[in-house]
């Protein structure tokens, strides 16, 4: 290296950065032609670097024999066992990434003294394999998330379930998918609705563009309006760059807007102007931007409801509801819960993805408020105090064994119930049927003691 290379540090920190670029171009292709291109370039690019003369100037890097590419068993033997040598005007630098051998670097007719350089390059080339690795990596499980929560990237999109209600939701979703209207999902929390809307969109033509959610519901109302429309620099204090929304990511692809009942109503306005002109007004700004959206919105309340209360707009519900589309709730279809079961423990990595019948049974009887998210963390709930062998009705949550069968419990568990019904209606009697005084004189929440009186069938019972 010269003095006038080390002088010019601004040169030298452009090419240390064009070095960096290029090993990551090297890392991440996989064509031959173009990895030869790349490093035909890394080797012209190190010229600027160290001059050497005319010989061997070789780049071996990861993903290929780099033992018959640098030819030379001794020479690759040294490689290993050494690290980086000089001889004979020789200069080997292998490259490393994360501990393990990635790549190695020859040059001929260069002095002892260019070995720093080589060196320091040879650390930018790690530097560039090891962040394409994590990338990879990231990407890796990325798919291996996707392929779990889409049930292998099947056509349910992980719906899972072979009941006539499943059967019609995905009928539904296969007709709507290609097309371009805008569908409203409805149906209880915990039924589905965002699976619904993701399988929509991997249906559709928009599947290879961004998938955008966001929950109305859970973010206040001031700083929604940014989050959905974006704001301009300067817009108002903290505004310090330009912000765009979810609107505008959503670009191309599909915007799913769940809990849409939530919606405050000057933003109601806003998002029906976006699904009728198809632009979209950030905070701050005079001017619209055009966006290629689909639209998919999701509640658990009743919006015709809302709109008779005046806390939802009539324009944007017919404006939404253009396709409705009703994910069912688990009461409806208990002929999927045993599916259903399996699946989620083998998410669950159970050693014994099994329900024992009696637990079946128990699991059936249930009405499932929370539905199918209820349904996998009482599953959860059984891995984790069970023995890893099949699911028993002792390893299920006592709500659900509160309301099982008879027939489905052991002695012990049936008695525990029948200890339970008796207390409730000595507590109700000794009260005069006052359910919040029953519910101090046994020490429960009201709402607890409510639902122990639903579950364990006493609704009759406690009125007389």
Known sequence: MTGSHLRESPTLLLNASVLVFLFRALAGTGMADRRQQVSRQLLSLLGEFVFFRDGRALLAFEDEDLETQVGDPALWNRLVTEGAFHQDELAAIPIYAKGSLGGALLLE??????????????????????????????????????????HGAGIDGGIVGQSPAIKKLLSQVNRLAPRETTVLIQGESGTGKELVARLLHRASPRAEAPFVAINCAAIADSLLESELFGYEKGAFTGATALKRGKLETAEGGTLFLDEIGELALPLQAKLLRVLQERE??????????????????????????????GAFRADLYHRLNVVPLRTPPLRERPEDIAELAIHFLTQLGHPSPRVTPEALQCLEAYDWPGNVRELANALEHAVVLGDGGPVLPTDLPERILDVAPAASLGAFQSSVSDAKRESILRAYQQVGGDYKKAAKLLGLHPNYLLRLVRNLGLRDAVRK
Do not use: F, H, K
């Open 109 to 150: 007719g260069v002095g002892r003294e260019a070995m720093p350089v080589l060196s320091a390059v040879a650390s930018l080339a790690a530097v560039a394999i090891e962040s394409v690795r994590e990338v990879e990596r990231l990407r890796d499980n990325c798919a291996a998330l996707e392929r779990r929560v889409y």
């Open 280 to 309: 979209v007004e950030r905070v701050g700004s005079t001017r619209a931007v055009r966006v290629d959206i689909r639209v998919v919105a999701a509640t658990n309340r009743d919006l015709a409801q809302r709109v008779q209360e």
